[in-house]
């Protein structure tokens, strides 16, 4: 049976839904294979080169010991060896590989011996600062370790084997000596950086050892007492969300990465636990985030000091910050929150931040990646091939050789369809019998997917109707299906099935123009082109000689898609006949003017054809400017 | 003779005007004296009072080897206590004050008593770190002396007394020891923040000693090859301006309120040197501030991160640092360019940045600042009595207490007037004579100057016309002037006077709309008051029960001015009919919404009497909402 879960809920108490495992699927996707296929081959190894070449390997030498080697960069290298390390193991549930498995095989030893007896794995505090481990929460030791945890329990998940679970748990032990609630009492004090708390769930849950999910609470209990235990910086301890109990929170603030890793351990632990108080909490956080704080990219992250969350309807285009963990973070929580509540919500945000908040991160060549996903540009930003402060890469590939566990979930003997991977799918009923389902379409360029059952029996399908379908429609066989298509949430099938039986299911992909909400001052007058899960944008590379940032639409403008197998390895592009004001040359010397000079110009319009292309594929050509609200005319 | 100039330009070759020194003038000005007493009385004694118990003055009793007293704080704090001492001398010249004396002594004692035998002086670097001094140009060594030896100035200007001014001038030579040519040539780095470079200039025109001019240029032309000595941080060499060298500069990167100081510092050494490449390079980046980087308040700095300049365009109002230092910094520059260059542009900007970008840092009490200065606001950023980085509130001060120097300029036999400072002047001429002046006028909330000549002779009489004094009108006695009046320059009237002329100045003072540059997306679609010299904001106060963020101004609505003597201490307010869309329920639940349901509803308006407040004036009452630019309506 497959059993490389991302989250293993199936023991978990108060779960609705069961996410499956990684391995249930068989991809064969147009979109995500190659996609995958490249964070294999072309991600993970470079990576891996980057991570000896920048010294992250020698550190756990000299961590070890050997007087070879020392300890050199920022004091959080760590995570980036872990987060990788959980990444190589998904990637190995592709098939045999063994250079990978040597790879992986060789950090394990390297992560193994610079444990120190007591269970302690840190690489910054060996040498001269072994001593100092535990004195300053904000220097990222405990972050560390919930990585270390999320990659033991990976490649535990994945090969079966149990070098590294060990490593883990001893640490994890160290950590609840440390931390426990009689420690906590003698001294309150918060980690600098969420991380251990979802990681320590999952532990219990791989272990089945309850200390880690109840010391898991104990630091999510603990933060919000302002007391990180040293003096805050300039950004208060709203920075590291420590100014008020995660329960009583009412919006998000602070760092945005270290919030949703926040928001998915406490979700974790309302998972194990059913704690009513904390679930509100974090629903009416959600909730908050998404009618206040959320781009319309699903990014989240307004600000570029403190890479936090800014004020409500505080969502600047250019200078958004929107990092690209940030929305894997999101992907993460509301995967939680799924699984929490079977609400199509937390699928359909999860969905939408995959494809416009999380995938724009990486370039098409799988060897690039942005930290900060502005949503206009003036053709500056460029995707690097690594950051000093290098979050972003591993996490985004972890996060798509993990992709098919965010996919489908199950529960009793019922099935859950959230994302339309093309493929094979075989999921496990409570009745002990499996399902094998057989999906294919040419999403989410197409919204006609096909379905074959493959397995004779008794069970509910349900199958997510995303909140943008309107008039989505669904046939068993040749016939409409006789139940009620819930956009945003679910189509429940539950019916005697017989091998062989077809779905189809259309979803109408149907341009929409997107207006915000008018206390975000930057958008007034402004629209965004959406189709289907696609949020779209203008890039100069498609418009030579226009100024994309001047790009007007007309209300009653058409636009049209089209399928360019041509451009940016295979897009469905949007066309419009658009307006450019014609340049006026009152404005060259002046930054403000008299409106009655302005009004006294009549602007001159000129035709252009705008080609709209989808915003996860931008910078991937020559670099220009880039825009995602478009101005409206005659609106 | 009045002797105390803020920058003494009398025997810079390449001066086109002399400012008039502070002393010149007797302020008898409705407006002006209120405030200039105020800072006298309240401002400069509450902060002697905070450097006091933030421990400021202890750090010098410290580096005494006072055992009693340790060096607390940031490593820059002494800068304050020098920023104060210059305020507190100024302030002196409003007639005997002996406790004010008897500080500045005490003060000046306890700075002579830190001074090392070699002219050192820093309390950071004393005790336990007094062996670091000169390690790390980015901890504020430099810029701290040069704030000592404007205050040392400052006071040999105001009491003719050397006590300072040799500790200054002993700490000069050490400088120039340290960092002349040759060792610059040996270890080539720059200071990690601009202020030493006009104080040196300043110190070579108190003293008549050219070294410390030549020092000065020597810290210009070291920045700019990314030599700071360290790593640089997160915001790379752009934020100490030291990516490129000044006269190669095309615009401004970086901490606003060194890259004005450093502009100051450029500017004075080109009124030494004519250097005509680096006066070029400041019109320059003056130009591309002017018409990219200027905030509608003239105030300068878009972002939080690095307290820094923006993009070209990049404005964000709500989100804005405009941080009040680099307002007083950009008079300091527009005040050095003016000596240069003659031209009124400089004169306009800088009372521009007066009124609305200097002003609003202090509030109508007194004792309270701000640090950062929003266009926008939701009512949460309030003005603080001090701030642990303390740099503003003695900055407004010095500034205060300093104004009239600001005022007026002399050369030859010719006299300008800058700003309409109500009271009497009395000028030099070249030819040994001086020209008394009495100027009257309830400026800037009319725009009716009344000027008696109290001198008879040949001179000419500069009068600035503003650049949004389009009409003016002058008269002499009683007949129109036979002169040019050139706005945003200066009307001439070169004659025979005779005691006892009367002149009459005329500024319509109508109400302007103002609208930004199209690439400035937040503002677009809205307008922003202005009249005379003030901008307008709107506030919560003046409006209940109305979101003054959603006031929106119809352009053919007539905009009507009136005195309010009850209202903020006496200001001129505007009025009009204005409306506000009733709230559509249709966004409480959504951030982003189809651009059809929103056409779908017809926005309904309310009228409402909107009640615009001078800009400098708000957050002097409860707590609210703020708003520069409104929107627009039928445009």
Not at 352 to 360: D, G, I, S
Request: charged share 25%.
């Amino acid at each position: 049976m497959p059993a490389a879960a991302v989250i293993d809920t199936s023991k978990s108490p108060h779960a609705k839904l069961h996410p499956a495992p990684i391995d249930a699927w068989k991809v064969e996707d147009a979109f995500w294979t190659p996609r995958m296929e490249r964070n294999r081959v072309v991600t993970i190894p470079s990576q891996w080169e980057l991570l000896q070449r920048t010294g992250r390997l020698d550190n756990f030498r000299a961590a070890a010991g050997d007087p070879e080697f020392s300890v050199s960069g920022i004091y959080f290298n760590d995570s980036d060896v872990y987060k990788w390390l959980e990444a190589a193991c998904w990637a190995l549930l592709a098939g045999p590989d063994a250079e990978l498995q040597a790879n992986i095989e060789e950090t394990i030893a390297l992560i193994a011996g610079a444990q120190r007896a007591d269970g302690y794995v840190n690489t910054w505090f060996s040498g001269e600062r072994a001593d100092q481990r535990w004195t300053n929460l904000d220097l990222h030791e405990l972050y560390c370790a919930g990585h270390l945890i999320e990659a033991a329990i990976a490649h535990h998940r994945v090969t079966g084997r149990t070098a590294l679970l060990e490593v883990a748990r001893k640490f994890a032990d160290h950590i609840c000596a440390e931390f426990g609630s009689k420690r906590q009492a003698d001294r309150p004090w918060a980690d600098g950086h969420q991380e251990i708390e979802l990681a320590l769930v999952e532990l219990s849950r791989e272990t089945g050892d309850q200390r880690y999910a109840e010391q898991a609470a104990i630091f999510i209990e603990a933060r919000g007492h302002r007391c990180l235990g040293r003096p805050y910086g300039r950004w208060g301890s709203e920075y590291h969300q420590d100014h008020v109990p995660l329960r009583e929170m009412e919006t998000l603030e602070g760092h945005a990465v270290r919030a949703m890793y926040y928001l998915s351990g406490g979700a974790d632990v309302v998972l194990e636990t059913g704690d009513a108080e904390l679930q509100a909490a974090l629903e009416r956080l959600w909730e908050d985030t998404r009618i206040r704080k959320l781009y319309v990219s699903g990014a989240l992250g307004a600000r570029h000091e403190g890479e936090a969350f800014g004020d409500a309807y505080e969502l600047p285009n250019a200078r958004a910050y929107a990092e690209t963990c940030a929305g894997i973070a999101s992907m993460m929580f509301n995967q939680r929150m799924l699984a929490l509540t079977g609400d199509g919500k937390y699928a359909d945000l999860l969905e939408y931040t995959l494809y416009n908040a999380v995938l724009p991160g990486i370039g098409l060549d799988g060897e690039e990646y942005f930290y900060v996903n502005p949503l206009a540009d003036r053709g500056e930003h460029r995707r690097q091939p690594w950051y000093d402060v290098a979050c972003c890469p591993p996490n985004i590939a972890r996060l798509l050789a993990s992709l098919p566990g965010y996919a489908a979930s199950t529960a009793g003997n019922a099935i859950w369809l959230h994302l339309y991977l093309s493929g094979t799918v075989t999921l496990p009923l409570e009745n002990g019998r499996s399902v094998t389902l057989r999906i294919n379409s040419r999403y989410p360029w197409e919204g006609e997917i096909d379905i074959s059952v493959d397995t004779t029996g008794f069970f509910a399908l349900n199958l997510r109707i995303p909140t943008w379908a309107f008039g989505a429609k669904l046939e068993i066989g040749d016939f409409a299906a006789n139940v009620p298509i819930q956009v945003g949430g679910y189509a429940t099938i539950e019916r005697e099935w017989r091998a062989g039986d077809t779905i189809h299911l259309s979803f109408p992909m149907v341009v929409r123009r997107i207006v915000t909400h008018p206390a975000v001052v930057e958008n007034e007058g402004r629209i965004a082109l959406r189709r289907g899960p696609l949020l779209y944008c203008v890039e100069a590379a498609d418009h030579p000689n226009t100024d994309v940032w001047q790009l007007t639409l007309a209300d009653d403008e058409p636009v049209t898609p089209s399928w360019r197998r041509d451009v940016l390895g295979g897009v469905t592009v949007l066309t419009a006949d658009a307006l450019v004001p014609a340049p006026d040359p009152g404005w060259d010397r002046w930054l403000y003017r008299g409106l009655a000079e302005t009004l006294a110009r009549q602007t001159v319009y000129k035709h252009r054809i705008l080609t709209a292309i989808p915003y996860f594929a931008w910078a991937n050509r020559e670099p220009g400017a880039m825009q995602v609200w478009l101005r409206r005319h005659g609106g």
